[in-house]
């Protein structure tokens, strides 16, 4: 199927921002790097990266709002358009030499995500979806994981570092996953991690506290990919908690029972 016009801008974009990080990767060591607090960095990449799509977005839609992860909100000017944009996601591994890092841009129109792109530079993986009209990579529709057993399944989790709450949750809900499940899998970029799922490499994933800007543009990738898209409590406040539980059927109707019993 064509990209739209939107799309095409954001692919351009992700692909720019994308290919300025492997520059960066490839001279981590001497990046000038800051931290927000514990265990929360933000190196020069992260904000060359973000100037690129600002740039980009910006020039092609002027009156659009921006969330993005550096630089915060601005407000735009039509009040129906905002872009959520984590510049570098997975800024941990990159900064560890782990390929393992993607862009991801969403444009929400009107209180809905429209529009997303998801690209992991390393793998040169482009991720896009635009509602009703399906996901890809690449140039291949993509289709949620098949598998209904769970004892065959692989799910994507996210778990706080120090600096974090929750610590105490998260082990809780491992005990609860790791006797039923084939693994679990803690990638370090929740962008990819949905992305992931809606290709069908992940049977699910769930993680909490997340920002929009790191969820956007892959909740809706699953959802055009067939998967079940919710909050960990199984609602529709993904956005606002910050809360997710993703797969296809099978493996998100597990999510959140386990997660249920976690909790109990
Ligand atoms: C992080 C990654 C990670 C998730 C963290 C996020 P960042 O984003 O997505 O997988 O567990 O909660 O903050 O900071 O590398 O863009
Ligand atoms: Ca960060
Ligand atoms: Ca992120
Ligand atoms: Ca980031």
Same mark, same amino acid.
């Given at each position: 199927?064509?990209? =739209?016009?939107?799309? $095409?801008?954001?692919?351009?974009?992700?692909?720019?921002?994308?290919? $300025?990080?492997?520059?960066?990767?490839?001279?981590?060591?001497?990046?000038?790097?800051?931290?927000?607090?514990?265990?929360?960095?933000?190196?020069?990449?992260?904000?060359?990266?973000?100037? #690129?799509?600002? =740039?980009?977005?910006?020039?092609?839609?002027?009156?659009?709002?921006? /969330?993005?992860?550096?630089?915060?909100? /601005?407000?735009?000017?039509?009040?129906?358009?905002?872009?959520?944009?984590?510049?570098?996601?997975?800024?941990? $591994?990159?900064?560890?030499?782990?390929?393992?890092?993607?862009?991801?841009?969403?444009?929400?129109?009107?209180?809905?995500? *429209?529009? !997303?792109?998801?690209?992991?530079? *390393?793998? @040169?993986?482009?991720? =896009?979806?635009?509602?009703?009209?399906?996901?890809?990579?690449?140039?291949?529709?993509?289709?949620?994981?098949?598998?209904?057993?769970?004892?065959?399944?692989?799910? !994507?989790?996210?778990?706080?570092?120090?600096?974090?709450? @929750?610590? +105490?949750?998260?082990?809780?809900?491992?005990?609860?996953?790791?006797?039923? *499940?084939?693994?679990?899998?803690?990638?370090?970029?929740?962008?990819?991690?949905?992305?992931?799922?809606?290709?069908?490499?992940?049977? +699910?994933?769930?993680?909490? $506290?997340?920002?929009?800007?790191? #969820?956007?543009? +892959?909740?809706?990738?699953?959802?055009?990919? !067939?998967?079940? /898209?919710?909050?960990? @409590?199984?609602?529709?406040?993904?956005?606002?908690?910050?809360?997710?539980? /993703? +797969?296809?059927?099978?493996?998100?109707?597990?999510?959140?029972?386990?997660?249920?019993?976690?909790?109990?």
């Amino acid at each position: 199927m064509a990209r =739209t016009a939107i799309l $095409n801008v954001m692919v351009q974009a992700a692909m720019k921002a994308g290919r $300025n990080l492997v520059r960066d990767f490839g001279e981590v060591e001497n990046l000038q790097v800051s931290r927000k607090g514990p265990g929360d960095f933000v190196s020069a990449a992260d904000r060359m990266a973000e100037e #690129i799509i600002r =740039t980009e977005l910006v020039k092609a839609r002027p009156q659009y709002g921006l /969330v993005m992860e550096e630089s915060g909100e /601005v407000e735009g000017t039509d009040g129906q358009h905002r872009w959520h944009v984590d510049p570098l996601d997975g800024t941990t $591994n990159f900064l560890h030499g782990i390929p393992i890092f993607a862009v991801s841009i969403a444009l929400e129109r009107q209180g809905q995500i *429209v529009a !997303g792109v998801i690209y992991n530079p *390393v793998m @040169d993986e482009l991720y =896009t979806a635009e509602r009703g009209r399906g996901a890809f990579l690449n140039d291949r529709r993509l289709r949620v994981a098949g598998r209904s057993d769970l004892p065959e399944m692989v799910f !994507g989790t996210g778990l706080p570092f120090i600096g974090k709450g @929750d610590h +105490g949750r998260a082990l809780k809900e491992l005990r609860y996953f790791m006797p039923e *499940v084939a693994g679990i899998r803690r990638y370090g970029a929740a962008s990819l991690d949905l992305a992931w799922t809606a290709s069908g490499r992940l049977d +699910g994933y769930w993680e909490h $506290n997340l920002n929009s800007w790191d #969820i956007a543009a +892959g909740l809706l990738m699953v959802r055009e990919a !067939g998967g079940y /898209v919710t909050d960990t @409590d199984g609602k529709d406040k993904m956005l606002e908690t910050g809360n997710v539980a /993703v +797969g296809n059927e099978f493996a998100h109707k597990h999510i959140l029972r386990l997660l249920k019993q976690a909790k109990s």
